[in-house]
Antibody, heavy 128, light 105 residues
Framework: QLQLQESGPGVVKPSETLSLTCSVS??????????WAWVRQSPEKGLEWIGN???????HYNPSLKGRVTISVDTSKHQFSLKLSSVTAADTGIYYC????????????????????WGQGALVTVSS | DIQMTQSPSSLSASVGDRVTITCQAS??????LNWYQQKPGKAPKLLIY???KLETGVPSRFSGGGSGTEFTLTISNVQPEDIATYYC?????????FGGGTKVE
């Protein structure tokens, strides 16, 4: 059974870098039929897609985060990671990792898909 | 970017009611719309993908419909365990986005 678990500091100081890791168990992270993604949630912004990574290292990021995001994957450790630099109070929230499925039409990739399953979430507070 | 607008933002339901939540996309997203249920303190849970396909294990009282820019999530015969917030999410664009949520109380 596929499970994901976030880990990392719960408090980050303003202007510093937020770092989280997602550990994947129950399925190979080197899967060709999905991406691995980060999503965050705050009362102000609701659910916000941060970015996703393929096992080869190919990434897509939300441009609203203005180049502050880096997502990486370590297939040997069955983990993928998030770094968000120059954080402010607006980056406070719950950070989720998730598997991102792919849509296929007639056997060919057609679009990204749905997030399932999700990790339990990691609360990160930006505060001095 | 594709904007997703949900309505209503909240609704009140009684056991046995039929409720419908609407999600509108700012441009044509074909069938590429997913629905999630989130209970307090928990991660979102996938209910429906590709607008109308029920995720395995999800009760059949949940159903999804629509295409293009207008989509619906219907809960027929609402049960107490359906009290939650529901979100739509588009995956037509590589820049993924969610609706603002509908709280079912």
């Amino acid at each position: 059974q596929l499970q994901l678990q976030e880990s990392g500091p719960g408090v980050v100081k303003p202007s510093e870098t937020l770092s989280l890791t997602c550990s994947v168990s129950g399925v190979s992270i080197a899967s060709s039929i999905c991406y691995w993604a980060w999503v965050r949630q705050s009362p102000e912004k609701g659910l916000e897609w941060i970015g996703n990574i393929y096992y080869t290292g190919s990434t897509h990021y939300n441009p609203s985060l203005k180049g502050r995001v880096t997502i990486s994957v370590d297939t040997s450790k069955h983990q993928f990671s998030l770094k968000l630099s120059s954080v402010t109070a607006a980056d406070t929230g719950i950070y989720y990792c998730a598997r991102l499925s792919l849509n296929y039409d007639a056997g060919s990739f057609s679009s990204l898909g749905w997030f399932d399953p999700w990790g339990q979430g990691a609360l990160v507070t930006v505060s001095s | 970017d594709i904007q997703m607008t949900q309505s209503p933002s909240s609704l009140s339901a009684s056991v046995g009611d039929r409720v419908t939540i609407t999600c509108q996309a700012s441009q044509d997203i074909r069938k590429y719309l997913n629905w999630y249920q989130q209970k307090p303190g928990k991660a979102p849970k996938l209910l429906i993908y590709d607008a109308s396909k029920l995720e395995t294990g999800v009760p059949s009282r949940f159903s999804g419909g629509g295409s293009g820019t207008e989509f619906t999530l219907t809960i027929s015969n609402v049960q107490p365990e359906d009290i939650a917030t529901y979100y739509c999410q588009q995956c037509h664009s590589m820049l993924l986005s969610f609706g603002g949520g509908t709280k079912v109380e």
